[in-house]
Each structure stands twice: as C-alpha cells, then as structure tokens.
C-alpha cells in the first residue's frame, strides 16, 4: 500500500482513560512505568481470604500466590451523575459502573460531547470474561436470584453504555479469554472501516473479586507464586492476575483531521487468528498461529515489519509461551532488520499483572504513551533471560532501563500483541501521530476570555474549579497550552451541566485568581456573556470565539463518589421509613410534590420496595396499596401509618 491508501484505512486514538493498579489515570499510568513501579500487592480482605487460601504447592483448593494487581476502590461510585438510586447502584455489577465512569473520562479526554452523540451509531465493543458480582450474588442461594441480577449478565456491560449514552451502533461484548480487550479493538476498527460507525469506543474491564480462577491456575501449575509477571526470565512462572478497567475512543483518521480531534496515536492495522490445529491441544500455544497474525497484521497496516520499533508483547511471564512469543516476533520483525537497530520488546504485565481479558488494553495505552513521550520503560523482574530463548540469535532486547525510542526520519511504529486461552491471537499495528497544530497565539496584547465550567451538583462545581485553577497555574498542565484554546476547548468540547460558573480572564493566573474567589474582574469585557451562561441560557460559542481553536487536554470530571457495597447500605439507617425509600431509591433530587415516577421510582422498584418494607415494617405490604401512591408526599403520609401500626 502507498501512504494515501494506508491512511484512508488508518483509525485515531482520540481519547483514552484507565484504571489500573496504581494508577487511576493515563497521567499517573506513565509516571508508573517511567519509574519502574511494580504496582502489585497483597489480596485485600474485601476480595476474599488469601490466608485461609494461601498455599505453597499446588494442593486442592489453594491458591499459590498472596499478591495480585488491585485497582482500590471498586465500590466507590458517583451514582447521582448516573441517575440511579442507591439501591440500583448497589444492585450493580462494580465493572458497569466503573466502566461507566471511565467511559465518560475517555469521552472527555476525547473532547467528543456525550449529548451530541447521543442517537448517533456509535459502537461500543467491550472485551470481558468475568461476572464475579454476579455469581457471588447467586452463590448465596434462590432467594438471591432476584429479577434486578438481570442486569449483571455480561451482554449488559456494553449495553450499559450504549443505553446511558443513547448510542445506537454495535454494542457487543467480546470474549476470547486474554485477547478479549484486543480483538474488542480489532473489531472497532472493522465497524469503522466499514462506515457501520462512525465514533466507537473499545474497551476492557476486569475486577477480580472471587479466587476461583487462581484456584485453577494453581492447579495447572500456571500461578506465579509471588504474585509478579516475569516476561522474558528464566524463573516466570507464570500467571499473575490483575484487575482493570481500560476505553479507547476511535475515529477515522480522516473524520479526525477534519474535525480538528487531538489524535494521540493511529491504528494501521490489526489482525486476529486461531490457532486451528496447529498445536497438540486447544490450550497449548501454537507458534504457527502467532507467525500468521504478526503477518496478517502488518500486511493490512501496510508496514514492513522490520521497520517496527517496539513491541508491547503479550508478555504473560509464562515459562511455556514467553520463548514461543519472542521466537515469533524475532522470526518476523527480526527479517531484514538493521543489526544497529534491534527491536525492543516489553510488557506491561511486569508492573500491574496480567488484567485478562482487559489485558491488551492495558498494553495498547501503554504503548500509545510510549509513542507520545518517545521513551520505552524498562521491563521489570528479568533478572537472568530464559535459556530457552535464543538471545543471541533474536534481534531482540528487553529493555532494563527507560530508553528513547531511535530519532528517525519517520514517525515510530509499534504492535501490541494479546493471546488467549481460547487460541485466539491478536495484534494491533499503531504509529505515532503526526505533530500538532500550532497553539492560538492571541494577537497583540493579552485579550479577555471567558472559562465556562459546569457539573451535575454543586460540590462537582465546587471541586471543578479547584482542578482548573491547579491545571492553569504556573506548576499545572495547563501552563503549557495558550489560554485561548483551554477556554475554547472547555466551551465547546464538553458537555454543559445545569450547575455553572463562568469567569472571564485575560491570563492563566487572572483566570485562576477568578476561581479561587480573588475579586475585581467583574465588569469586564464578555462579563455579560458569562452571567448568561451562570443563568443557564445557551451561548453561542461560535460567535464568541469568532474562529475555531485547537482543542487542548482539561481536566476530568470530579466525581462525588460514595461507597456501594451488599450488606452496607443501610449503614447510614436513621429517619423514618419514608426517609429511608426515598435515600435508597430516588434518582434526583424531590418534594413533597414530586410524583414517584419522576424520581425514578417505577415498577420495578416498587416491587422491590414493597418486600424491602415488609423485612423492615414486620408488616404484610398490599403492593396494590403501595402502587396507588403517587407523590413523595403521599409516600411520607402512608409510610408514617405503617409505623404507627407497627408500635
């Protein structure tokens, strides 16, 4: 293919967004593998008990390591912003509303508007294999087989978005075992390709809360015993689990260009492939089926493989597929490579374990940042390499140390590669990004501009302001980009909220003054435009700016996030029966006027409050009775002759 051709095909990255284990950011993801962390840890207790589990040697029922890849705060989630009760949140598998929030962080980070795309063919493909709530819920018994566990079953976790979001493309999850996250992407690109959406958004997501899964990793032999992936050493002893939550927002790459979108990276191809009957068994890996794919995938990017320049390997830390994999990439990318410039290979999984099915995507993020920085961080825990891997014949190196990538006359090219139990291989084929525009340089001298924030609540409002007067002083990420396009980037790339503020500044440091409260900017030039906007009228951003700006990072919604966990929801149980329905189960905010559908309160969650009443009341419920109410008021009215009654 000619470069025209490659980019008529070619995908951006336009967003991304993560949590991972010591990291709850892309930002704080670098700064990890920068410096070398090794962000795994001892099993908390609120997962399961790894004392009573814990064992040496591969006996029945145990569990060979104490140590995994946590992400902390799996309960923790802002149900306000997603219109559900409290009841409902709880009720929710924790990978739906941390995929949620995540999703809505890679939007922003994307500076694609969520009410825009609203009715749009969006697609969304969600890689996964675990539904832990789930079946930690039905282990309890029949009578935990309640109708609301609906929502936990796996086909929901890109339904979810697709609903909140009112996308109305392929919403599909993926489950191919380790290469769930990575085929998720592939089949994005496809969808985009193939002009079936036109925004997609590719994710994974994996939250380990039962032990069962390492239980039977430890009978195969295929635990590492210390909790940690061992990429490329001669004691990898294999698998080393993680949790994860990872999106990726993808566009064309021409729709990008024109839409002035910030591209992080571009996707030039993937491929995906089994291993067939290569191998003796399902569950062996097969070097033919990895030797295709690579092929596979850098025929359809239109790259010679020797050209490559780094690797983001599966990198599992298995003692049987590590000298598999690197045998295939040496076989490959090493073919007509320059002995000057030997491909440099590394793997996530040495810093936050291996995240399953979210795996990959923990690997395509890691290896767009690498692109953005330049720089390779070192692999960690390869201490002596395997002897079973020809080192000396591979052009290969597993970087120790944070290396610059090699300063060519091209952008860099790198492949992420994911493996599955399943036999399904994957590998994606992504550049670096052409440079960026140049930022707004304001004409003359420094003119005013206005900064529109708004959020869901005011303490959102609140804890807003304080992120962007950090963001725009002379220590914040902000400093870096020209006051203009932060103003216009935060107009006109993020959705406006019903609680505002608006302040109006000709500097980073007036701007951040304004929202700290320092007074004397009122009057000013476009004051009237910010009052407009604190009302809640729309603006015409267009005509404010007067042309288009460059869209520039900000920071993140701040989520007023509360703790969501069975068997803790009633911890906070003071106030009457009324109080105690209402907290639980309204959506938004109400009075005594509010009808009960408004909040949020339908028929479904009458049933569910009618059985929860009758727990609590000690009383027989008629749910004839109960759904004749039709306000907040009547509901206050009736709960109080319950009580009365009970006395």
Not at 199 to 209: D, E, F
Request: aromatic share 6%.
């Amino acid at each position: 293919m000619n470069r025209s051709d490659v980019d008529a095909r070619s995908v951006a990255v336009i967003g991304m967004a993560c949590r991972l284990p010591g990291a709850s950011g892309t930002d704080e993801l670098w700064a990890l593998l920068r410096d070398g962390v090794d962000a795994t840890s001892e099993t908390p207790p609120e997962r399961y008990d790894v004392d009573a589990l814990h064992s040496v040697g591969p006996g029945p029922g145990g569990i060979a390591s104490r140590r995994a890849g946590y992400v902390g705060q799996v309960a923790d989630f802002d149900a306000e912003f997603f219109g559900m009760s409290a009841t409902e949140a709880v009720e929710l598998d924790p990978q739906q509303r941390l995929l949620l929030m995540t999703a809505w962080e890679a939007l922003e980070d994307a500076g694609r508007r969520p009410d825009l795309l609203a009715g749009t063919r969006t697609g969304v493909f969600v890689g996964n294999a675990r539904a832990d709530y789930l079946e930690l819920a039905l282990r309890q018994g029949p009578e935990a087989a309640t109708a609301s566990q609906l929502n936990n079953f796996r086909s929901l976790l890109p339904a979810r978005l697709s609903h909140f979001f009112d996308f109305r493309g392929p919403s599909i999850v993926v489950d191919t075992a380790c290469s769930s996250s990575l085929v998720a992407v592939h089949q994005a690109v496809q969808s985009l390709r193939a002009g079936e959406s036109p925004l997609a958004l590719a994710a994974g997501v994996n939250i380990t809360l039962r032990p069962d899964e390492g239980v039977v990793m430890t009978q195969a032999d295929a635990m590492a015993a210390d909790g940690r992936s061992k990429f490329g050493d001669a004691h990898a002893d294999g698998h080393a689990p993680s949790d994860a939550v990872a999106v990726v927002v993808l566009k064309r790459l021409a729709d990008a260009l024109a839409d002035g979108d910030r591209i992080r990276a571009v996707i030039q191809g993937s491929a995906v492939g089994n291993d067939g009957r290569t191998s003796d068994t399902v569950l062996n890996p097969s070097l033919t089926g990895q030797l295709d794919v690579l092929r596979w995938a850098y025929e359809d990017a239109g790259v010679n493989p020797a050209d490559v320049d780094y690797v983001e390997a599966h990198g599992s830390g298995s003692p049987a597929l590590d000298p598999l994999e690197l045998a295939a990439l040496g076989r490959v990318l090493g073919e007509g490579r320059p002995a000057d410039r030997p491909l440099l290979v590394g793997s996530v999984k040495t810093n936050i374990g291996h995240a399953e099915a979210a795996g990959g995507l923990a690997g395509l993020i890691k290896t767009v940042l690498c692109l953005e920085h330049g720089q390779i961080p070192a692999s960690l825990h390869l201490d002596i390499p395997n002897p079973q891997v020809a080192w000396d014949e591979l052009p290969l190196v597993v970087p120790g140390k944070l290396l610059d990538l090699p300063e060519l006359d091209r952008p860099a090219v790198a492949g992420v590669s994911g493996q599955g139990s399943s036999a399904l291989n994957a590998h994606v084929v992504i550049r670096q990004a052409d440079p960026a525009g140049s930022a707004s340089a304001p004409p003359g001298r420094a003119k005013p501009y206005v900064l529109a924030l708004s959020a869901r609540s005011a303490a959102a409002l609140e804890a807003l302001a304080r992120s962007y007067a950090d963001h725009l002083g002379p220590d914040g990420a902000g400093a870096a980009y020209a006051l203009r396009d932060i103003c216009f980037s935060a107009a006109t790339r993020r959705q406006h909220h019903e609680h505002r503020l608006a302040v109006v500044g000709s500097t980073h440091a007036e701007i951040a003054a304004a929202l700290t409260g320092s007074p004397g900017l009122g009057g000013r030039p476009l004051s009237a435009v910010a009052e407009r906007y604190r009302r809640g009228d729309d603006v015409d951003w267009g005509k404010v700016f007067g042309r288009s700006g460059r869209f520039v990072p900000l920071p993140h919604y701040p989520w007023q996030t509360k703790r969501y966990w069975p068997g803790e929801e009633h911890a906070k149980d003071g106030g009457d029966l009324a109080s105690w329905v209402l907290r639980e189960h309204a959506r938004t905010g109400f009075d005594d006027g509010s009808t009960l559908t408004e909040i949020g309160i339908d028929s479904l969650a009458k049933l569910r409050i009618v059985v929860e009443l009758t727990k609590r009341s000690s009383q027989d419920i008629d749910p004839e009775e109960f759904g004749r109410l039709r306000t907040v008021g009547e509901l206050r009215r009736w709960t109080r002759s319950l009580e009365a009654a009970a006395r």
